[in-house]
């Protein structure tokens, strides 16, 4: 079993649209929980980041964290096909700096 | 302010022959991370260097190996290179903190 589980997709939704993307994991130690957008040929572009349980919220994007489920959650509302992407999520546990990442939702928002 | 810069952008070898790869912090960062993306692998923590220290290493055998030079700039090299070390070779960067990497947009390494 992968330490964290993505599913790749693909997704396709509509403009406009709520899109749910997630992640499960298995390693109760992780503490920070990170999502990042890839475009193609361009390395991976910080979204959010959360520390521990909670909800954060930056503008369309909302990350949501249940570490009593290990599952992590990225809303998008009101898509944007410029929101078309690779989304992946990471985590970390304690200070090694080892991010450990899922594979990444392939993401297509249609006008 | 200038990003995380990666060079080359391409690189193709063949088989058994050494690469290096070489990457540029952005400025006022003293920590930089390897990662490589491999196709159906997903991306696979390499190094983490700071202060010119290796700090951490993942599940890499030895032929890969860097460093970090007093500008906190970075070089990774991969000797005697395998077919499946094909990949994105993907450096970030940040201050020191265990969240917030910046990534530049990689090298494309092509083992034939």
């Known amino acids: 079993q992968k330490e964290v589980e993505q599913d790749p997709g693909p997704l396709s939704v509509p403009e406009g649209a709520i899109v749910s993307l997630n992640c499960t994991y298995s390693?109760?130690?992780?503490?920070?929980f990170m999502w990042y957008r890839q475009y193609s040929r361009k390395g991976p572009e910080l979204l959010m980041y959360?520390?521990s349980s909670g909800n954060k919220e930056d503008g369309r994007f909302t990350a949501q964290v249940d570490k009593s489920s290990k599952y992590i959650s990225l809303f998008i509302r009101d898509s944007q096909p410029s929101d078309s992407a690779t989304y992946l999520c990471?985590?970390?546990?304690?200070?090694?700096?080892?991010?450990?990442w899922g594979l990444g939702t392939s993401l297509a928002v249609n006008p | 302010e200038a990003g995380v810069t990666q060079s080359p952008t391409h690189l193709i070898k063949t088989r058994g022959q050494q690469a290096t790869l070489r990457c540029s912090p952005i400025s006022g960062h003293t920590s930089v991370y390897w990662y490589q993306q491999a196709l159906g692998l997903g991306l696979q923590f390499l190094l983490w260097?700071?202060?010119?220290?290796?700090?951490n290493r993942g599940n890499f055998p030895p032929r890969f190996s860097g460093r970090q030079f007093p500008n906190y700039s970075s070089e990774l090299n991969v000797n005697a290179l395998e077919l499946e070390d094909s990949a994105l070779y993907l450096c970030?960067?940040?201050?020191?903190?265990?969240?917030?990497?910046?990534f530049g947009s990689g090298t494309r390494l092509t083992v034939v």
């Open positions: 260097y700071d202060e010119g220290e290796e700090r």
């Open positions: 390693n109760s130690a992780f503490q920070y």
């Open positions: 959360t520390y």
């Open positions: 970030a960067s940040n201050t020191g903190t265990a969240y917030g990497y910046t």
């Open positions: 990471a985590m970390i546990a304690g200070n090694n700096r080892k991010l450990i």
